[in-house]
């Protein structure tokens, strides 16, 4: 049994982790802020003895400093996340993604230097590929960014300084380190409120209100259910290999966002029409779209056993599915409350879990 801490673990992927984690046995302490997650979201492990639910910012030093003591594996997954917190928030956006991560990796150093062993799993993502025209990203390919007066870059460019200062941590200070690019993960309990593509469009669907596609919606991506995203994590820092290591994280199965809208309004039965629109009724006028987005997952499958093992259709089932039990509970998917200082959280969720505000 291990002590693990999880950064952001009150969000979409962090708390599928946080129950998995549970359910091997282990401890685990979360950290939130509870700026787009929610304590809601451990709601079905909100009494078990091995969890402890922290409301505070990963990127407060002292906190942090408290918190690694006697951890033996993070996850940091704490970050500014959804195109539409990018582009209305940069500041938020580039502070949020890289000063957690600075405090975790040196906390993490500073155990290990005590003697007290702390492995380090970072949560990256495609975005770092940027713009590079290639069809599909190899983990050495290069990082193609806009300029930095087009804010959609930044959460691409923080979450590769991330990169770099776990790569960094681990050859210099021989912390031991795994990045992990998620592409698309998608699920139960990920929220439509920062403008992600499948419960936005699932959501609409149910209400029965068009299904928007922006562009011509020939731009294409894989999505990943969020139980394959986890397996692979687990597994991931289970495996000496993997040590130093940076991993795509994906499925690489394409669609087109028209031909993934068509699905959606088939699976979930609805007469909602599709509508094309284009960038600027809600992005920037200068706001660039990536093409395609398709990893190659080689040196995963090289490294560890598990596989993708949802199909698109059954991802878009649970969503549903998720979707329509919310709405019945009477908890139906609000945005959250964006905290800037990474304080706040809503009373109401708080105290939904032994939360402990340390
Ligand atoms: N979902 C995806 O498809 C995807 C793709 C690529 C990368 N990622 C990465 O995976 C991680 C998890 O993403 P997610 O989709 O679960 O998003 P999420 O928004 O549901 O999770 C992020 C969590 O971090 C918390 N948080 C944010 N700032 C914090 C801070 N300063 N201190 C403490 N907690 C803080 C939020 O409240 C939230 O619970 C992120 O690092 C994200 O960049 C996700």
């Known amino acids: 049994m291990r002590h693990i801490l999880v950064t952001g673990g009150a969000g979409f992927i962090g708390s599928h982790l946080t129950q998995q984690l549970l359910q091997a046995g282990h401890r685990v302490t979360v950290v939130d802020n509870a700026s787009t997650g929610s304590p809601r979201n451990l709601a079905d492990v909100a009494d078990h003895p091995q969890l402890e639910l922290v409301v505070g910012d990963a990127g407060d030093p002292d906190l942090i400093d408290r918190l690694i003591v006697g951890i033996d594996h993070v996850y940091h997954l704490a970050a500014a996340v959804g195109v539409r917190t990018v582009i209305h928030d940069p500041l938020h956006t580039v502070v949020t993604n890289i000063m957690p991560t600075h405090a975790i990796l040196q906390a993490a150093s500073r155990e290990n230097r005590r003697g007290h062993d702390v492995k380090v799993y970072l949560a990256s993502t495609s975005e770092v590929y940027g713009k590079n025209a290639s069809h599909e990203w190899g983990e050495d390919d290069d990082m193609v ?195 800037r200082n990474g304080a706040a959280v809503p009373r109401s969720a708080a105290a939904s879990l032994k939360a402990n505000s340390r």
Request: a neutral charge; aromatic letters at 6%; charged letters at 20%.
């Open 145 to 339: 960014f806009g300029p930095t007066s087009r804010r959609r870059w930044s959460y691409g460019v923080t979450k590769a300084i991330d990169e770099f200062l776990a790569l960094g941590y681990f050859q210099q200070r021989g912390l031991p380190v795994v990045v992990g690019r998620f592409f698309n993960v998608v699920g139960p309990r990920q929220t439509s409120a920062h403008g992600m593509v499948i419960p936005s469009m699932v959501e609409a669907a149910l209400r029965g209100g068009p299904i928007v596609v922006h562009g011509n919606g020939q731009q294409t991506r894989c999505f990943l259910h969020v139980a394959d995203a986890v397996a692979a994590m687990l597994e991931l820092m289970d495996e000496p290999t993997a040590v130093g290591g940076v991993f795509n994280i994906g499925n690489n199965q394409s669609i087109t966002i028209r031909g993934l809208a068509e699905m959606v309004v088939d699976i979930v039965n609805s007469a909602s029409t599709i509508e094309m629109r284009e960038y600027v009724d809600e992005f920037p006028a200068d706001f660039e779209d990536v093409p395609h987005r398709v990893p190659r997952l080689d040196r995963l499958h090289r490294t560890i056993k598990a596989r993708p093992r949802h199909t698109l259709e059954t991802v878009i089932h649970d969503v549903a599915k998720a979707l329509q039990a919310e709405s019945m509970s009477g908890a139906a998917t609000k945005p959250r409350q964006h905290s």
